[in-house]
């Protein structure tokens, strides 16, 4: 069954139009990401797709509901994990599950059969009676986390769930999610991060101007659009040495903020030509297979959207 369906999707906020005929199916057991520069329509498409806001044109199914008619009813089968943690700071870690279940209609006595589970899973259960305000970042977002899955919903939504945590608090919560696929759940998620996209997502539906413009797994896209080694030169007088060599030892070159992007089908000839050492002290260089990173850039172009 699918699990999500979205077909030919429009939505206009006056005469802003945001989406132009999305379409988006998620499987059972996979993550699938939306990727986007700002103001691109993900957090958008997940609102469509919750049922918290209409489209113009278009059918959304979730969990088998048509959620323009039934989504109170679809949305009692999903977990959403919003941008912005909303614990509520007066209850302790177990009441802000046990009072979000409520919510749901779940027993009380179901509800204290899995939230040690879900306090365990967010590696909280030794603060399980502590207040909010004592939790760092990471632990609020692990903790909203456990709480969106007190349904035991078969799909988690995910709108940003690592902005604003430290390397260390977003590799766990990678770690949960990854726990989470393995469990059979289904993940939609929104990212600013590349690497996170790569690391978790099974596929990606890169959205710019209100249009999927390619979809795919991250390796797919890779493949499909970006020469697979870059060489990146950067320091002193690496445009001008990009300007002067690169166009003939590599497919193409692009000048960002002072780094020089160079994509290769095979890097061994620049490298040849910088390996001789004949440029300014100051210019460094540095080998990398090609990201999803350079995939989004070559297709939503580097210039800033704010
Ligand atoms: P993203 O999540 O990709 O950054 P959003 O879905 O939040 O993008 O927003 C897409 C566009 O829709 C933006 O231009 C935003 O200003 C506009 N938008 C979003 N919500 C509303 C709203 N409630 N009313 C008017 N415009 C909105």
Redesign the pocket.
Not at 38 to 45: E, R
């Given at each position: 069954m699918s699990l999500l369906s979205l077909k030919g999707v429009h939505k206009s906020?006056?005469s802003?139009i945001?989406l132009q005929g999305i379409d988006i199916e998620l499987k059972a057991g996979e993550c699938f990401g939306l990727l986007?520069p700002?103001?691109?329509?993900?957090?958008?498409?997940l609102r469509l797709a919750l049922g918290l806001?209409h489209p113009q044109a278009g059918s959304i199914h979730l969990m088998g509901h048509d959620v323009l008619t039934h989504a109170r009813l679809a949305r009692q089968q999903v977990g959403v994990v919003a941008q912005t943690d909303n614990l509520d700071p007066d209850f302790t870690l177990r009441e802000n599950l046990l009072v979000y279940g409520r919510y749901f209609d779940i027993s009380r006595q179901i509800l204290e059969a899995r939230i040690p589970g879900l306090l365990d899973f967010a590696g909280l259960s030794a603060r399980a009676d502590e207040r909010i305000q004592s939790l760092s970042g990471g632990m609020k977002r692990r903790l909203t986390l456990a709480r969106a899955l007190i349904n035991d919903p078969q799909i988690v939504f995910l709108d940003e769930p690592t902005t604003g945590l430290d390397p260390q608090a977003r590799h766990l919560i990678w770690d949960r999610l990854r726990q989470l696929t393995q469990n059979g759940k289904s993940l939609l998620l929104?990212t600013h991060f590349m690497e996170e996209a790569e690391r978790l997502c099974d596929r990606i539906a890169i959205?710019d101007q209100g249009k999927i413009i390619t979809e795919g797994s991250p390796q797919q896209l890779i493949r499909d659009h970006i020469e697979p080694q870059v060489v990146e030169l950067y320091g002193e007088g690496a445009a001008a040495w990009a300007h002067a060599k690169a166009a003939r030892l590599c497919e193409r070159f692009e000048l960002t903020g002072g780094t020089v992007f160079c994509y290769a089908n095979d890097a061994k000839a620049l490298l040849c030509e910088l390996n001789r050492g004949d440029f300014t002290p100051g210019l460094r260089f540095l080998l990398r297979p090609a990201s999803l990173e350079d995939v989004f850039l070559k297709l939503t172009g580097r210039d800033l959207r704010d």
């Open positions: 906020y006056g802003h945001v986007g700002n103001g691109a329509g993900k957090t958008t498409t806001t929104t959205i």
